[in-house]
């Protein structure tokens, strides 16, 4: 190690000689130290979405269930059956609507968060907030069966204030009722409403901390009435978050399969059509071009989403 | 994915080599290979762990050193994906996995010469047209049983002598609707369950066979599913969300195994399954060995311990089915009694129209709706078309 130790001597060792190239290459250091995440993403990542993408060019055996690796794009076809394309127009549905509720319910509780709790309150909130994300995601479904069945919690409760009336009405309508809550379209809602409310709440809540109170004041000072501040300063600014927000809650809802497998009609979602064609039935190149379908959604959401701003704040 | 995706080309190319020799079945049982996998439906390979009266595994480990490894699958066609992408052994394959694999090159032939215990076959399975194709064996039988229709004996005072209570809306036994309160299974093999119903029902339509139907026949049993779909506010796949459904949706009767009869009853839920007059559906299950199988000695003494050991007889009273080899009711082997056996069946075998794949070149008709329409058809009516 005496070159170590004196700096006129030819500087040799292999550790010692890669850290001068290292030195005097600046850019060989960049990508070494670049290459292994790189690699990962390309990999790994988009290696992995591409063979997806290949899959789904492929077709498959009907009978023997083993797949003909030719291009075709019989399979892309496929999707727009009736059957596959209902349970497209379901996912959407269904994602759309859970957004929306998500938002509507998400703001008020963020808003409270944000400007009033106080405090220990404030930390109360966080917790509370985050509390339903530590537990299992499955504990708390079957919990929601069983509240939701027809000799569940929820009737049970109802009939105890006599209002079991108002939940037959409800159930009898079309499209959202069915025989208990556990097994209609509005189950599925609650749940999907419940389970993705934190990854909603989360972002606005961000959001409304960035708003200035002043803005609101001077919005007042001017002259404009509660709503109208909230029109056109509160939701203007809150916007990213609550667009960000709907990023996570749209895109967990379309890639879901469990959910809507444990409470709801049976009628297929993406996921679970997704789960059905490559586990069950082995049709990949079909699972392959369903599993398409949310990126492509989620890639057009995107584009609208950085329209308006959603990611300006990151 | 990737890996997955790079497996299967491999495989495909692999196919196409091994095709030739593939053919060839066994003709000497050598050492045992150390292991063996096998692709099971839940409860099928019991090795003391989930009831340690009920053990199959552990005896033939320590007389062959052959350690069994069970890859569970819950369907016919998570099985056939399974046995598709290799690495397994064997598989218990039902009559609706089995010809999809013999005709995908996937399971070899199985020399029975080579299974002493051959003989003592229930004589109506040796050549059952699940497994035996040509004239040649692709399996040894494993384990069959019906399809019941599990009702709960509060609503009804007695058995339900029709599968009418889960296709059409009638008045049950205390006096209110079927609607809501019935469950179909969640397989597109349930298109054969509407179409026994009518062959009983409407004999004008002239189905021989509800695995072989023509268009007009399966458009028939659809049009029934649908009357169906309007009764069923949630389709069975996972047994154990049945069970609980029958615990807490006030669940009337549906199809279903007699493994979730039993644990219900065991449950001490007021349920009791029967045939009805239109006969049932059923399951028979065969053993098949895998083409690229890499423990083939393990295999063939898998084959004759399934048939010669306890296997046959706990089995059957730990699945509710009926054993394959009749002899295991009564000797004494295990636990099964012959009253175990004729509760589970053992007599209904006529009755019972068994699980097979639907193919288009069938025997009963000029041309028959192939089962890749069955499945995305079912997807349909589930979806409400």
Known sequence: MSAATDTLTARDGVSTRLSDTLWRRPKLLLVLLLLPPVLWLGIIYLGSLFALLLQSFFSI?????????EFTLRTYAELFTPAN????????????CTTLASAVIAFPIACYAARFAKGRWRAVFYLGI???????????IYAWKLILAKEGILTWALEGLHLNWLLDAYLALPVVGGNSLSVSTTGTFIVFVYVWMPFMILPIQA?????????????????????????????????????????????????????????????LFIGQAVYQHQGIAGNIPLAAAFAVVPIVIMGVYLYIAKRMGAFDAL | MKTNFITAVVTSIAAGSVATTSLAQMTEIGEGEGALSIVAWAGYVERGETDPNFDWVTGFEEATGCM?????????????????????????????????????????????????????????????????????HYGVPYMWGPNVLMYNTEVFAEAPTSWNVVFEETTLGDGESNSGRVQAYDGPIHIADAAMYLMYHQPDLGITDPYELTQD??????????????????????????????????????????????????????????IPQEGATGWADTTMLHVDSEHPNCAYMWFEHQLASNLQSDLSVWFGAVPSVPAACSDGRGMQTQEGCDANGLDQFEKIKFWKTPVTNCESQDECVPYYRWVSDYIGVIGGR
Do not use: C
């Not at chain 1, 055996?61 to 083993?66: I, P, T």
């Not at chain 2, 490894?69 to 609706?96: C, Q, R, Y």
């Not at chain 2, 969300?241 to 449950?267: H, T």
């Open chain 1, 61 to 69: 055996d009907h009978f023997s269930g083993l797949i003909n690796y």
């Open chain 1, 85 to 96: 394309f209902d349970i497209i127009v379901r996912t959407v549905t269904m994602a759309a």
């Open chain 1, 130 to 140: 985050m509390m339903p994300l530590w537990s299992s995601y499955l504990v708390k």
């Open chain 1, 207 to 267: 959001a409304l901390e960035r708003v200035p109170v002043s803005m609101l004041e001077a919005s007042g000072d001017l002259g404009a009435r509660p709503g109208q501040t909230f029109r056109h300063v509160l939701f203007p600014l809150a916007l990213p978050g609550i667009v960000a927000g709907s990023i996570f809650t749209f895109s967990l809802t379309l890639g879901d399969y469990i959910i809507p497998q444990i409470i709801g009609t049976s009628r």
């Open chain 2, 68 to 136: 069994v490894s069970v890859k569970t699958a819950n369907t016919s066609d998570e099985m056939v994906a399974l046995m598709n992408e290799g690495g397994f052994d064997l598989v218990t394959a039902s009559g609706d996995a089995s010809l999809r694999m013999i005709a995908g090159n996937r399971v070899q032939p199985i020399n029975i010469d080579l299974v002493p215990s051959w003989s003592t076959v229930d004589d109506r399975l040796k050549e059952a047209p699940w497994h035996t194709v040509d004239g040649t």
């Open chain 2, 217 to 274: 026949q399966y458009n028939a049993a659809l049009d029934l599913l649908r009357v169906q779909r309007g009764l069923v506010s949630r389709y069975w796949h996972d047994a154990f969300i049945q069970i609980d459904d029958f615990k807490n949706e006030g669940m009337a009767a549906s199809g279903s195994w007699p493994f979730q009869v039993n644990l219900l009853q065991a449950d001490g839920v007021p349920v009791a399954s029967v």
